[in-house]
């Protein structure tokens, strides 16, 4: 049974063992509806999460493509469990949250300064899109400059509490627009109720994953009425049958989708088994406990952890093999250089079915590579240890 969880979970994340989402850019706007997010991060250790995510699950994927999707209106950038991209059509979910931002009820963003808020409102308006980089230019609003913290701090604002959008990126840098001119004609502008916040939030979770916990479906949700609301929610879907309690006591207050398990079948055991080099944000992962109890990989990233107390390394990547986690590898891209450096790769002792992992391992690490733009592998000490037989 605990294989099957496992393939149904990978296969509703579209890391089963043939892409489901299809092709490029097609393929990536697919994917963020159906994952409902993709986890944004600017860690550029080897390629940002955002695309190293998408990259993972779509078949041509180029970093170029998730921004020709912010330009189309496709998908927008905003919260989900942290800064992500989102589906322009799921917009009105953020709603509540932006509106607890405008009023002072949440604690993600602090309060800027009305007036440079107001100006920079001004400006967007009469001189059009802008980055923060370009504040110190000229403006045709009178009294337009200011100093980068609180100008910095006010685009931040008006970005959480939704007056301004990202409309496109340039590189890592964010270009803001009003969201009215950002924003789609006939978008469901209306907000939510908490019911159907909580609806949203549950079926989201069940099509990404197949299998959801209490714990999951609640991660970083706060106060009584969005527990309450997501009680009810499950409590449906119960009575319903579309979700089934899951009795594992690996995965304590667990559901599964009994359609998507049954839909599922079983692959055929000439199935080619490849290997994946997951980011530290990516949806499978993302959710430690529910991870280590259905995938047994207890997985921390060690970047904000002190270099002495480090185990893994500074950006370890959860190496997935077939439908498990069989350890992870530590690497950097030095683009300028174009020379991706393995730095250490840890693996179960002893690895089942080494001679099919290796050349698995291989290729994965090559074409991950390629993605960062890197043309060479320096395996360094790891294969000096025997252990890989990198073509380098």
């Given at each position: ?50 695309h190293h995510v998408l990259w993972s699950r779509v078949p041509g994927y180029e970093p170029a493509h998730l921004n020709q999707l912010l330009r189309e209106r496709r998908v927008f950038e905003h919260w989900f469990h942290a800064a992500s991209c989102l589906p322009m059509r799921d917009y009105r979910f953020c709603l509540p949250l932006m509106a607890a931002v405008r009023e002072g009820r949440s604690r993600l963003v602090t309060p800027a300064d009305a007036a440079v808020m107001r100006q920079l409102l ?271």
């Amino acid at each position: 049974m605990q294989t099957l969880l496992r393939s149904l979970a990978l296969n509703q994340q579209g890391l089963g063992a043939s892409p489901v989402f299809g092709h490029g850019a097609v393929g990536a706007l697919q994917a963020i509806e159906h994952l409902g997010y993709v986890q944004i991060d600017t860690l550029a250790v080897i390629e940002r999460a955002h695309h190293h995510v998408l990259w993972s699950r779509v078949p041509g994927y180029e970093p170029a493509h998730l921004n020709q999707l912010l330009r189309e209106r496709r998908v927008f950038e905003h919260w989900f469990h942290a800064a992500s991209c989102l589906p322009m059509r799921d917009y009105r979910f953020c709603l509540p949250l932006m509106a607890a931002v405008r009023e002072g009820r949440s604690r993600l963003v602090t309060p800027a300064d009305a007036a440079v808020m107001r100006q920079l409102l001004d400006r967007v308006r009469l001189d059009g899109p802008l980055t923060l980089r370009s504040l110190d230019q000229p403006s045709t609003v009178k009294g337009g400059w200011w100093q980068a913290g609180p100008a910095k701090h006010a685009l931040t604002r008006l970005f959480m509490q939704g007056d301004l959008m990202v409309c496109e990126r340039q590189g890592m840098e964010k270009v803001y627009d009003l969201a009215e001119r950002v924003l789609p004609g006939g978008l469901d502008l209306r907000v939510p109720t908490v019911d159907e916040s909580a609806r949203y939030l549950l079926d989201t979770a069940v099509r990404a994953h197949g299998i959801v916990t209490w714990a999951q479906l609640l991660h970083l949700k706060t106060g009584q009425a969005i527990r309450d609301a997501m009680r009810r929610a499950l409590d449906e879907r119960l009575a319903a049958r579309s979700l089934v309690p899951l009795e594992d006591a690996a995965l304590p207050d667990a559901y599964v989708d009994p359609a998507a398990l049954a839909a599922l079948g079983h692959p055929p055991p000439t199935t080619r088994r490849v290997v994946r080099l997951l980011s530290p944000f990516d949806n499978v992962v993302i959710h430690r406990d529910r991870l280590s109890g259905l995938f047994g990989l207890d997985y921390r990233l060690e970047c904000y952890t002190a270099a002495p107390k480090r185990v893994y390394g500074y950006f370890c990547l959860p190496i997935l093999f077939g439908d498990r986690f069989v350890g992870r590898v530590d690497c950097k891209a030095h683009r300028r250089e174009r020379r991706f450096e393995l730095l250490s790769v840890h693996v179960e002792d002893p690895l089942p079915d080494r001679d099919e992992f290796l050349p698995a391992f291989n290729e994965a690490l090559q074409a991950l590579a390629g993605f960062c733009g890197c043309d060479r592998v320096d395996a360094g000490s790891a294969a000096g240890a025997g252990f890989l037989n990198l073509t380098t």
